[in-house]
């Protein structure tokens, strides 16, 4: 895969790619089957600068709500938060597809509704698609959407923003009548034109039986390793968190290590050996 080069003169704000060419919703939905599909969240330019080489797809998250505004849950988000994040996303990437959730509110009342909100979102980003949750429900605001020009990302399951209606945050699918819905609902997003679908905090073999079943790519998340593809919060895979849901693995101690950092620059504060003769300015001559 190709690396960037930093010109020296920009490097803390724009990434140069090395050649790099961005991924787009047709090769997304074309890996169905293939090579697996990276995804993560993004929700700030300098990272989206470190996980896109690494990346296919960067999802803008209605998570920002709980990770970088220390809400209780993603309904308060605006359509504003999410353009201001997915802009700033867009800036910083140029090998990744760029989705952006769209927030609770914003395209439940109709598909015209649904349509302004994510022509919106597209224009004033640069991004290239919009994910929304919903099942069988929404597979016309789904379809209004597709024959408008504008790519969908479905997510089934698990959906957080429809946590008062779900009860809380567990496992779905674990009940046969549940299963059957789930399934219903993944087919229904699917043939209405999604190009991909997030599957969310269901057990396996519903996560096997879905990804079997419809023609785009799942994604899972808290589902199965057979999905087409995974996604996580990139605060939690890092360890930013010291609770996270338990489809997580931490793949770094980050929370630990910036604390470590602090710690030590607190000390060195304290015990005026910060700043030392390399970071002061001398008198001229």
Not at 227 to 245: A, H, I, N, S, Y
């Amino acid at each position: 895969m190709s690396t960037y080069t930093l010109d020296t003169a920009t490097s803390r704000a724009t990434p140069v790619p090395a050649p790099m060419k961005r991924l787009t919703v047709p090769a997304i939905r074309e890996r169905k089957g293939g090579e697996p599909i990276v995804m993560l969240t993004a929700y700030t330019m300098r990272m989206a600068q470190l996980l896109d080489p690494h990346c296919d797809v960067l999802l803008v998250g209605d998570s920002l709500a709980q990770v970088i505004y220390g809400l209780p849950s993603t309904l308060p988000v605006t359509l504003d938060m999410m353009i201001a994040h997915g802009a700033a996303v867009v800036r910083g990437s140029h090998h990744a597809l760029v989705v952006i959730d769209m927030p609770f509110g914003c395209y439940e009342e109709s598909p015209e509704a649904a349509f302004r909100a994510a022509a919106r979102v597209l224009a004033e980003t640069g991004a290239a698609a919009v994910k929304l949750e919903g099942g069988a429900a929404m597979a016309p605001t789904v379809r209004f959407l597709v024959e408008r020009g504008i790519p969908v990302f479905g997510h089934v399951g698990l959906t957080p923003q429809a946590v008062n209606m779900l009860g809380g945050y567990g496992a779905r699918g674990r009940s046969e009548a549940e299963a059957e819905k789930i399934l219903a609902d993944s087919n229904a997003i699917a043939d209405a034109g999604a190009f991909a679908l997030v599957v969310e905090g269901v057990v396996e073999p519903l996560a096997l039986a879905i990804t079997e079943s419809v023609s785009c790519p799942v994604i899972g998340i808290g589902a199965s390793a057979g999905c087409d593809g995974q996604v996580l919060v990139v605060d939690d895979m890092l360890g930013m968190f010291e609770r996270t849901p338990r489809f997580v693995k931490k793949f770094d101690d980050l929370a630990g290590r910036i604390s470590a950092a602090v710690e030590t620059y607190a000390r060195d504060v304290r015990a005026r050996e910060f700043p030392g003769e390399g970071q002061i300015y001398a008198p001229k001559n």
